[in-house]
């Protein structure tokens, strides 16, 4: 059976549609960028007061409840909630690392 010919207009159509998707993939990574970075601000100030305090850097009752609370959101969100899960675990270790530096850096 013999190839079709290509219809070019379809395809350039379909790659400028592309090039949209795309950019608006791009302007949500800049977003998320953005919301992290504001997001580790209070996390570090969060730090502060911890090492202030002598409390410790983890807070695992309080995990469970963002872990519930997001992937709760998630479902609603019609996202994977064990990916959320995995993406709040992963943030969380990256901010009691920050908090443990704190604490050293306190003491």
């Not at 410790?56 to 992937?71: G, N, S, T």
């Not at 996202?79 to 530096?101: G, Q, S, T, Y």
């Amino acid at each position: 059976m013999p190839d079709e010919p290509r219809d070019d207009n379809a395809r350039d159509a379909a790659l400028a549609e592309l090039q949209g998707i795309r950019q608006s993939i791009d302007n949500i990574d800049a977003a998320l960028i953005h919301l992290l970075a504001e997001r580790f601000k209070f996390t570090q100030k969060v730090g502060r007061l911890k090492a202030d305090q002598g409390l410790p850097a983890a807070d695992p009752a309080r995990e469970q409840r963002q872990i519930a609370r997001l992937r709760a959101l998630a479902v609603d969100a019609d996202l994977d909630p064990a990916f959320a899960e995995k993406w709040f675990n992963f943030v969380v270790a990256e901010v009691i690392h920050h908090h443990e530096r704190i604490a050293s850096d306190a003491t």
